[in-house]
């Protein structure tokens, strides 16, 4: 056969093996047949505003309802309250499907760190997969996603920020599965219980965490098979200061670039004297602590064995009583010089305090069929993220 001949033969094959369409069209195609619900910015779907479906989705709903967000810039300030469980946000492309909006705080009761967010989830039992949250404002905090609720699960998505990206409310648990987030100072904080599986941190410098864990808590937040990074152009970072007493922030098995400062963790008013801060068997370059041990603090291989999802998310974690709450809102809230309002907000979710978890956790994304087609048609944001 001549070349003209062979090359013909590759073309048809190829068509055969790899069919002329786009993947994420034929992903939306798939994602449009089990959606309850679609919102499209262009009024092709059933609503224009990601609000709107959220109201109209059936209140205390006993099965998931699957909202599907077609490609686009949604500029809404998204809250998801206590009375709407069980919702699931499924975009059509983990990079141009966004959720944004751009408040940030004025040290006001009406805009604050905690009124800031883009998008706060109230209600628990709920996934987000293959979007974007983000919040693009400067200058102060300026929360992208608030999570207040419990069971709160976020596949392949991208969180964005500068200032506080990512805030957990106590009393909460939440799973990122394969997730980017970025942010420059403090970006994931909060005092909630939450686990970072196979995710790419992306820090634009200074501190990445500022965990607040109640002091009887056994985990914080908990890092595995992740990846910290900054751009080229950022300066050195730090992996967490503690903004309470007792926060708790471990990594296991993560990648560390260069641009880690060598001791690692950050000091903060003192409380660096109380925190938990751990790694264990972490790589790469910035991994290298020697001078620093008694700072960059190595688990055992015992404690290490303790991290596992069972426990992490288990009810054992929260032991009884409201000592979570009043110690930490009668020493840090109430009286607030610079934000006195604090006592009357923080905490609450629809007005209430959240409830104190009472039954076991295990995330179950690998069974859910709209992660599976996500899988199937999109690229991890790292390398290491779970099969």
């Keep these: 056969m001549n070349l003209r001949t062979n090359l013909i033969i590759l073309l048809l094959a190829s068509v055969l093996l790899f069919p002329a369409c786009s993947p994420d069209r034929s992903l939306a195609d798939e994602l449009e047949k089990k959606a309850d619900m679609i919102v499209a910015s262009d009024g092709t779907g059933d609503f224009t505003k990601v609000m709107d479906a959220i109201h109209a989705a059936p209140d205390n709903a006993p099965e998931p309802v699957v909202i599907f967000i077609r490609n686009g810039i949604y500029h809404e300030k998204i809250i998801v309250p206590n009375q709407k469980p069980n919702l699931v946000f499924i975009g059509e492309h983990a990079d141009s499907t966004i959720l944004t909006f751009d408040d940030r705080s004025h040290y006001t009761r009406e805009l604050n760190t905690f009124t800031s967010h883009s998008v706060r989830v109230d209600a628990s039992n709920i996934t987000f997969i293959n979007l974007t949250i983000q919040n693009p404002a400067r200058g102060s905090q300026a929360v992208a996603l608030h999570g207040n609720g419990d069971r709160q699960t976020f596949v392949h998505c991208r969180i964005t920020g500068w200032q506080d990206t990512y805030y957990s409310d106590m009393r909460s648990r939440n799973y990122f599965l394969d997730c980017y987030i970025e ?48 751009p080229p152009e950022a300066e050195k970072f730090t992996l967490g200061r503690p903004w309470f007493d007792y926060a708790r922030t471990v990594l296991l098995h993560c990648t560390e670039s260069e641009k880690l400062v060598p001791q690692g963790w950050g000091a903060w008013g003192g409380r660096e004297s109380t925190c938990f801060y751990r790694e264990y068997q972490c790589y790469g370059p910035g991994s290298d602590t020697t001078g620093y041990g008694s700072f960059r603090k190595q688990l055992s291989d015992e404690e290490a064995a303790q991290y596992t999802i069972e426990n992490i998310f288990g009810a054992a974690n929260f032991p009884p009583g409201d000592d979570d709450y009043l110690v930490y809102h009668r020493k840090r809230f109430v009286n607030h010089k610079n934000e006195p309002y604090l006592e ?37 944001f790292i390398d290491s993220a779970a099969d």
């Design 183 to 230: 942010g420059a100072t403090d970006f994931i904080f909060g005092f909630g219980v939450s686990l970072f599986d196979s995710c790419h941190i992306h820090s634009l410098g200074n501190y990445v965490t500022a965990a607040s864990t109640p002091q009887h808590y056994q985990f914080g937040q908990v890092f595995r098979n992740c990846r910290f990074d900054t």
């Design 344 to 380: 009357d907000i923080v905490f609450r979710a629809d007005g209430d305090w959240p409830v104190k978890p009472t039954e076991n956790w295990v995330p179950d994304i690998a069974s859910n069929p709209l992660y599976r087609l996500v899988k199937q048609h999109t690229l991890k």
